[in-house]
């Protein structure tokens, strides 16, 4: 599986978009991008994957450069819920593996 | 429906026992996988079991084993423990552990700690 860089941490306020980056500069063609997040003591969460067009779904928009290098996950309207860690991920979907590398992911701080 | 159920969420034992934990996937899901998480080493993955079978497996001494049942539940076990076995072991569940929409689904997690 393709190794993702993330930033360590960023902020932003309560109730604006958090935008989050991903750079996957060598994913292959058949590699979709997950996201997941962790919040503080819980198991991860699946948040929403995608292969090169934009997905949508009720938690968070996904954005992915046309190629594909880079993503971008965005919550539209952050809540203090929302600090966690967010992990990247990109994989294959098809095949026998289902394994989920994770990386050290960014750490989001929803501020009041 | 029920989510992931891991017993027991907390656990302490002492060097050189042996642990068994549990895992309870979503109705209906056939593929278990377990990761162990640390400050140091984040989420790694170590097994995965489909169908009884185990079907991958990460890159971890053969103290970490596991098994699955006909009913899908499934049991990891840690022998001969050692200091850095300390972690959360988390366990996730999916309808069939791969293709493109098959998301995985991760139980609370069973916090060890190794005196």
């Known amino acids: 599986d393709a190794k993702t860089t993330q930033p360590p941490s960023m902020d932003c306020a309560e109730g604006r978009a958090a935008n989050l980056p991903c750079n996957h500069s060598?994913?292959?063609?058949?590699?979709?991008v997950y996201w997941y997040r962790q919040i503080h003591s819980q198991g991860p969460q699946y948040i929403i994957h995608?292969?090169?067009n934009n997905e949508t779904n009720e938690m968070a928009s996904l954005i992915i450069t046309e190629d594909r290098k880079s993503s971008t996950l965005i919550l539209p309207h952050a809540t203090l819920r929302d600090t966690a860690v967010y992990y990247c991920?990109?994989?294959?979907?098809?095949?026998?593996?289902?394994?989920?590398?994770f990386g050290k992911g960014i750490t989001l701080s929803v501020r009041p | 429906k029920a989510g992931v159920t891991q017993t027991p969420r907390y656990l302490i034992k002492t060097r050189g026992q042996q642990v068994t934990l549990s895992c309870s996937p979503i109705?209906?899901?056939?593929?278990v996988s377990w990761y162990q998480q640390t400050p140091g080493q984040g989420l790694q993955f170590l097994f995965e079991?489909?169908?009884?079978?185990?079907?991958n497996k990460g890159n971890f001494p053969g103290r970490f084993s596991g098994r699955q049942f006909s009913n899908s539940r499934s049991e990891m076990n840690v022998s001969t423990l050692e200091l850095g076995d300390s972690a959360l072991y988390l366990c996730?569940?999916?309808?069939?552990?791969?293709?493109?929409?098959?998301?995985?689904?991760f139980g609370p997690g069973t916090r060890l700690t190794v005196l």
């Open positions: 991920i990109v994989r294959v979907a098809d095949g026998a593996n289902s394994k989920l590398t």
């Open positions: 995608g292969l090169k």
């Open positions: 109705s209906g899901h056939r593929s």
């Open positions: 079991y489909f169908s009884e079978t185990q079907r």
């Open positions: 060598t994913i292959s063609g058949n590699e979709y």
């Open positions: 996730a569940s999916s309808w069939r552990g791969q293709g493109i929409d098959n998301e995985q689904f």
